[in-house]
């Protein structure tokens, strides 16, 4: 990764944003969320935990994992999704490259799953006590994490995720992808959105699949997630710049969520700044699920879509 996908001070009080998100009511997940138009105007009341946990319900769900079986939870987080597989009956590893998030997750959640700091592009041969052997995993989860990997990263998971898959199992990758080969940087030009991820680029949308073939993996279904993600966090976004940009509407976003007033004048320029680069970003990038299986014989396979699938 390059100093913008140094991941050491992201998803912490040190990004303003973050601070944000937290008084708002991030907490164990910390994906973007999935919104509905008629669901919107709950936000204000509830925060965005519910939208998230829609999200996370979703993309777990395109595992379709059992009881019993072992899944790697990459680029686990804060550990929610890893602790909803082992709640589920699965022996489930989430693994993440920042210690204070699986310092976190294994304080809420250490009871019903594994965690281990470890990075997902280069495994060790053990993590949390459980070997990470050729053959041994069922299924793997990937949740909005791999747009940190940086290409040649995200190509070795890919490869690395193949060779843990037991024949027949699956990965389950969902990113942030770009509608075309354009540079990140003529989305991002003050790398407002990158420095506060920390992560270098983005992968085209067309380009995984082409990926995940070479790494030996079948594509079975690809689901295209952007409006219902992308383009309904946009919106908020776009409402809360407006709504921070004025003193009375700083006021009332104070009223609701009191933990902002801690924000300074500069801490909400900086934000709204922020805040407006995400809706920018947003108008060049997709958001993607891809479900993608080992073949259950031995070998590697095209990588097609099976017949009568086709992209959603």
């Known amino acids: 990764m390059g100093d913008s996908g140094d991941l050491s001070s992201a998803y912490n009080d040190d990004s303003v944003l973050f601070r944000v998100l937290r008084h708002l009511g991030w907490d164990s997940l910390v994906d973007i969320g999935w919104f509905t138009l008629p669901t919107l105007p709950l936000l204000v009341l509830t925060g ?33 999704t890893t602790a909803r597989l082992g709640a589920a009956g699965c022996r489930a590893l989430g693994v993440d490259i920042q210690p204070a998030q699986i310092d976190q997750a294994r304080r809420r959640f250490g009871e019903s799953a594994r965690f281990a700091v470890a990075d997902a592009t280069a495994l060790p041969r053990r993590a949390a006590e459980i070997p990470l ?7 793997v989860h990937c949740l909005e994490a791999a747009f940190h990997f940086g ?19 699956r990965l389950v990758l969902v990113d942030v992808t770009s509608r075309t080969d354009q540079p990140i940087g003529s989305l991002d030009p003050n790398g407002l ?11 085209p ?108």
């Open 205 to 312: 949308y067309g380009r995984y699949p082409l990926m995940a073939s070479a790494a030996g993996f079948t594509t079975r279904r690809i689901l295209d997630w952007t409006t219902p993600v992308l383009h309904r966090a946009a919106q908020l976004c776009a409402l809360f710049a407006g709504t921070a940009s004025t003193r009375a509407g700083r006021e009332a976003l104070c009223v609701r969520w009191p933990g902002l007033r801690t924000l300074d004048a500069q801490d909400w320029d900086e934000v709204v700044s922020v805040v407006r680069a995400h809706r920018a970003i947003g108008r060049g990038t997709r958001y993607t699920a891809y479900v993608l299986d080992k073949p259950a014989s031995r070998g590697r396979a095209a990588g097609r879509l099976p017949a009568g699938r086709t992209p959603v």
């Open 151 to 169: 290409h040649v990263g995200r190509r070795s998971f890919l490869s690395e995720s193949f060779r843990l898959l037991r024949p027949g199992g």
């Open 133 to 139: 052997t050729e053959g041994s995993f069922d299924r």
């Open 48 to 80: 965005p935990v519910p939208f998230q946990r829609r999200l996370a319900r979703r993309s777990l769900a395109l595992l379709d994992a059992r009881p019993g079986q072992l899944v790697l939870d990459a680029g686990c987080g804060r550990g929610d």
């Open 193 to 203: 959105v990158r420095g506060t991820w920390r992560f270098d680029d983005i992968e």
